[in-house]
């Protein structure tokens, strides 16, 4: 079914997203470049166009935390925040999925202090790898809008039970105005349904009782577990995590339905990988740079494809490898650093899915874009002619470079 | 305000069942028990991590015959917040009945006066139709008796220890709760658990107050404060002899004394020099026997605060 059209940025679409998902309370802090997220969500509450209770706290800490609460109360939540303010709910990341509740949270990408910077790289999300919160990035303001719509399901859904973050560009997709297709706001609302609360089992009751704060059932949530319990808590969420793949592959199914739209299997899409040479793996808005670059490559009978990680926790690395079976050479591109590290951490992570393969492909790190600077086509043409250098069997000088960086 | 009796408190099924760890005379679960009598059901319970929290809830173990959630240490009072507006979003959509669900915060000093006080500013800001309930031992317990907003002058704990340089906490203990009143919220007061009937006459009266509200009561520690696990009770009726933790409330803007605090306003013969408050425990040991001039100081400290609640309740 296609929608209407509507020239939004990303900011715009998300808070689109979130205006028909059937949100019950939304809390959230201003910070740049998230901000258009919450003065549009503000609009609507003001002007009665949807029925959440917004909470305007005092820091993203306290945002995090009505959310939480509101969300183990029964509660379908949202926040949004950038950069410091997903630094300053950092505790607090553990702590949403530690007790398995559902939020979804987005978070518009930008460079942490110091020095202080409002442009766009990922390490402000990325740092927030091991967190336990699922983790999209977009690639546009149309995958922006779609990824909430799909995340309150996935989060909400009984085998996974976990918070997601979905993450887009600050400026280059927050900012920019772009023709996004929204659907009808009926089909949005069937498609989500209703947060509805999993029933867990408790054994001093003796029976199943739905896992929020009711003010009735005698529910303890939060509670200590020493060396005895702690680690058998990580491993469920662990487990969750795992199960979260078929999930977002499923909903994405589902979404196809509705929408017409997907994004390949929900977790990775790729253009042109089959057969080629030399393949760029990207997260974010810069996949389309490097897609319009492989295109004009390939015209001219270069044999180079691009893999879009959608889906960074889980990190789909059985996808991955199977995807990209054959390619003599990968260039991964990292919008952060891991200062001390060889190489960013979805080079490591990618880098390492392919140490069991008998025939291991080259891998290199190209880091890029920190702190808002450009990535340009002719960059990225140059690393490709890198790449095919390299799956010709030339030796790479290095294997982790730094982009457009001056020294 | 009528109150209630020792017979009808026995009868309310507790909500905070026996089985938990705390020491032997902390007076927090009594602080708890005494509140939640006097709160009906249906209630939500948000506790800031503490002595309360790990005390309660080893896995696989609960004490409490209520929901409860413990969130972090400086958020008790925003995550208590998303609860008030959960509730309120699922009744607009029909999710939920229309009943009141009251929600009583639990936090100690740490988690109030320090790294907990710009949530709880936020909370009261915004208006919540919460109870906050402080109970207040004065340090950092749980961690090992370590120095708060809350510590009071000259007391010697971990951090503020009694050394050659620096005879213990040199600075005097936070007015939190006056604190609270300049927030403009409608109902703050102050309560020992000794002083019973007041404190539950003090949780009535908040919990038929709609907006934020705050109750800050005194929670002796025998571990922290180094004296017999049988005296709580005794120290906290010497606390208010010695107008150390006067006792008051605060509604709409008017100051009231009450209990004992009222009477000794209106007999000031009856109140008793801070040196009885302060000799019955070790951590000022320090201070009865070789620093005669820091009792001169809290003393002094003591009188001017009673002096001046003594003018804001206008008590002739």
Same mark, same amino acid.
């Given at each position: 079914m296609l929608g209407t059209v509507k020239a939004l940025n990303g900011a715009e679409a998300v808070a689109l997203a979130v205006r028909q998902c059937n949100v019950d309370v939304i809390s959230a802090y201003p910070i740049t470049p998230q901000t258009i997220i919450v003065e549009r969500l503000s609009e609507y509450v003001a002007n009665g166009e949807i029925y959440a209770e917004y909470v305007n706290v005092e820091s993203e800490h306290s945002a995090l935390s009505v959310c939480m609460g509101a969300a183990a109360a029964g509660a379908r939540t949202f926040t949004a925040t950038s950069s410091q303010g997903l630094a300053l709910m950092w505790e607090l990341l553990y702590v949403t999925s530690g007790l398995r509740l559902p939020v979804v949270m987005a978070v518009v990408n930008r460079a942490l202090s110091a020095p202080i910077n409002i442009h766009c790289d990922h390490s402000d999300s990325i740092g927030a790898r091991d967190s336990g919160w699922i983790q999209f990035y977009v690639e546009t303001s149309q995958e922006a809008y779609d990824t909430v719509i799909?995340?309150?399901?996935?989060?909400?859904?009984? =085998?996974?039970?976990?918070?997601?973050?979905?993450?887009? $560009?600050?400026?280059?997709?927050?900012?920019?105005?772009?023709?996004?297709?929204?659907?009808?706001?009926?089909?949005?609302?069937?498609?989500?349904?209703?947060?509805?609360?999993?029933?867990?089992?408790?054994?001093?009751?003796?029976?199943?009782?739905?896992?929020?704060?009711?003010?009735?059932?005698?529910?303890?949530?939060?509670?200590?577990?020493?060396? $005895?319990?702690y680690y058998e808590f990580?491993?469920?969420?662990?487990?969750?995590?795992?199960?979260?793949?078929?999930?977002?592959?499923?909903?994405?199914?589902?979404?196809?339905?509705?929408?017409?739209?997907?994004?390949? $299997?929900?977790?990775?899409?790729?253009?042109?990988?089959?057969?080629?040479?030399?393949?760029?793996?990207?997260?974010?808005?810069?996949?389309?740079?490097?897609?319009?670059?492989?295109?004009?490559?390939?015209?001219?009978?270069?044999?180079?494809?691009?893999?879009?990680?959608?889906?960074?926790?889980?990190?789909?690395?059985? =996808?991955?490898?199977?995807?990209?079976?054959?390619?003599?050479?990968?260039?991964?591109?990292?919008?952060?650093t891991s200062p001390g590290a060889y190489g960013a951490p979805l080079f490591?992570?990618?880098?390492?899915?392919?140490?069991?393969?008998?025939?291991?492909?080259?891998?290199?790190?190209?880091?890029?874009?920190?702190?808002?600077?450009?990535?340009?086509?002719?960059?990225?043409?140059h690393i490709y002619e890198d790449l095919l250098e390299t799956a010709k069997g030339v030796r790479p000088s290095k294997y982790v470079s730094y982009v457009g960086v001056r020294r | 305000m009528t109150s209630i009796s020792i017979k009808e408190l026995v009868k309310v099924r507790p909500k905070l069942l026996p089985g938990h760890r705390h020491c032997p005379g902390c007076t927090a679960p009594i602080i708890v028990k005494l509140v939640l009598a006097v709160v009906d059901e249906p209630v939500v319970v948000v506790n800031a991590t503490g002595c309360l929290q790990v005390a309660t809830t080893i896995f696989p173990y609960t004490s409490w015959g209520v929901p409860w959630i413990h969130n972090a240490f400086e958020n008790a009072a925003a995550t208590a917040s998303g609860i008030e507006a959960a509730f309120k979003a699922l009744r607009k959509r029909g999710a939920i009945s229309d009943d009141k669900v009251n929600i009583v915060v639990f936090g100690g000093d740490g988690g109030t006066y320090d790294i907990g006080f710009q949530s709880l500013s936020g909370m009261i800001e915004r208006g919540h139709n919460i109870l906050y309930v402080l109970y207040d031992n004065e340090a950092y317990m749980n961690t090992g008796i370590q120095r708060s907003g809350g510590t009071p002058y000259g007391a010697s704990t971990t951090t503020s220890p009694y050394g050659t340089v620096i005879p213990g906490k040199p600075q005097h203990k936070k007015p939190i709760a006056d604190i609270v009143v300049a927030h403009k919220a409608p109902y703050v007061g102050t309560a020992t658990p000794a002083h019973w009937v007041d404190l539950i006459n003090k949780v009535k009266k908040a919990l038929s107050i709609t907006g934020p509200k705050f109750l800050h009561v005194l929670s002796p520690c025998p571990r922290g404060w180094r004296y017999d696990a049988s005296m709580s009770i005794e120290i906290c009726k010497l606390a208010v002899d010695t107008c150390y933790f006067p006792l008051w409330e605060c509604e709409k803007g008017t100051w009231r004394l009450t209990d004992r605090s009222l009477i000794i306003a209106k007999n000031p013969a009856l109140k008793k020099p801070v040196e009885e408050f302060i000799k019955t425990q070790e951590r000022f040991r320090h201070i009865m026997s070789e620093r005669s001039e820091m009792i001169k100081e809290l003393q002094a400290y003591v009188d001017a605060m009673w002096e001046d609640l003594l003018k804001r309740a206008e008590v002739k």
């Open positions: 799909q995340a309150f399901r996935i989060a909400e859904h009984s =085998e996974v039970q976990l918070p997601v973050m979905v993450n887009l $560009d600050g400026f280059y997709l927050s900012h920019t105005l772009e023709n996004v297709s929204t659907l009808p706001d009926s089909v949005v609302s069937d498609f989500v349904g209703f947060r509805r609360p999993v029933n867990v089992k408790l054994e001093y009751l003796g029976r199943e009782v739905p896992a929020v704060l009711d003010g009735i059932t005698p529910i303890s949530l939060g509670i200590i577990a020493l060396s $005895d319990y990580k491993m469920m969420l662990i487990e969750a995590m795992s199960k979260a793949k078929s999930v977002i592959r499923e909903v994405n199914n589902k979404y196809r339905e509705i929408s017409g739209r997907g994004y390949g $299997d929900g977790l990775i899409t790729s253009y042109g990988v089959e057969g080629a040479d030399a393949v760029l793996v990207i997260m974010g808005s810069a996949a389309g740079t490097v897609r319009h670059v492989a295109k004009e490559l390939r015209s001219k009978g270069m044999r180079v494809g691009v893999l879009k990680l959608r889906s960074f926790r889980p990190f789909p690395h059985e =996808e991955i490898v199977k995807a990209l079976r054959g390619v003599k050479a990968i260039g991964v591109m990292d919008r952060a490591n992570e990618l880098r390492n899915a392919f140490y069991d393969l008998d025939d291991r492909p080259v891998i290199i790190n190209y880091i890029y874009g920190i702190g808002g600077r450009d990535l340009e086509p002719l960059t990225v043409k | -």
